[in-house]
């Protein structure tokens, strides 16, 4: 089973940016698709960006634009670039397949206050 270590998070102010990273425990190529899902306090966990092998993306409608998903099948790594961020973008971010594969890694914490 491939493992995820998420990183790159921490406290922003509104409108400022963060770029957070994925590291696969082995070959990505295997997983078509790979995700960004967020879950806030009291919230559902939920995906928020998606790219597939071939380089299709999706977003949720609350980052498109703002967010941009990337992934490098050598290096195994997924990146997350987030940009103009708000409180409502305040969450743990994790990386996995779409769908998910059954191991999650331990997240990394984005706050966004002034």
């Known amino acids: 089973q491939v493992q995820f270590v998420e990183s790159g998070g921490g406290l922003v102010q509104p409108g400022g940016s963060l770029r957070l990273s994925c590291a696969a425990s082995g070959s990505i190529l295997s997983i078509w698709t790979m995700a960004w899902y967020r879950q806030a306090p009291g919230r559902q966990r939920e995906l928020i960006a998606s790219l597939t092998r071939s380089g299709s993306s999706y977003y949720v409608n609350s980052v498109k634009g703002r967010f941009f998903i990337s992934r490098d099948n050598a290096k195994n790594t997924v990146s997350l670039q987030m940009n103009n961020l708000n409180p409502d973008d305040t969450a743990a971010y994790f990386c996995?397949?779409?769908?998910?594969?059954?191991?999650w890694g331990q997240g990394t914490q984005v706050t966004v206050s002034s």
């Open positions: 996995n397949g779409s769908p998910p594969g059954p191991s």
